[in-house]
Nanobody, 115 residues
Framework: QVQLVESGGGLVQPGGSLRLSCAVS????????MGWYRQAPGKQRVSVAM???????NYADSVKGRFTISRDNAKTTVYLEMNSLNPEDTAVYYC?????????WGQGTQVTVSS
């Protein structure tokens, strides 16, 4: 069974930075496309960034130039480096692993950007 555990969320001031981690156990991590999503209160969950099995990243327009997704296949972990955070980035951030028609989610980690 594939399990995903996010960590690294918290409270940060506007302009600050955070690094989220998602540790994956079970399955073959190198075969999964990995993604970060976020869900703000009262809004739908949306894609933030994804990284393919070959390491190619893709970002939502709202985070381009500020967020960086990366993966370490040896540690079976995907990261999301978030810089220049603003209050609109406040949300629960979820990690997702995908392969073919299989999708697995983590439990989420709260990110709050506030002064």
């Amino acid at each position: 069974q594939v399990q995903l555990v996010e960590s690294g969320g918290g409270l940060v001031q506007p302009g600050g930075s955070l690094r989220l981690s998602c540790a994956v156990s079970g399955g073959d991590f190198s075969m999964y496309t990995m993604g970060w999503y976020r869900q703000a209160p009262g809004k739908q969950r949306v894609s933030v960034a994804m990284i393919t099995t070959s390491g190619s990243p893709n970002y939502a327009d709202s985070v381009k130039g500020r967020f960086t997704i990366s993966r370490d296949n040896a540690k079976t972990t995907v990261y999301l480096e978030m810089n220049s955070l603003n209050p609109e980035d406040t949300a629960v951030y979820y990690c997702k692993a995908s392969r073919l028609w299989y999708h697995y989610w983590g439990q989420g980690t709260q990110v709050t950007v506030s002064s």
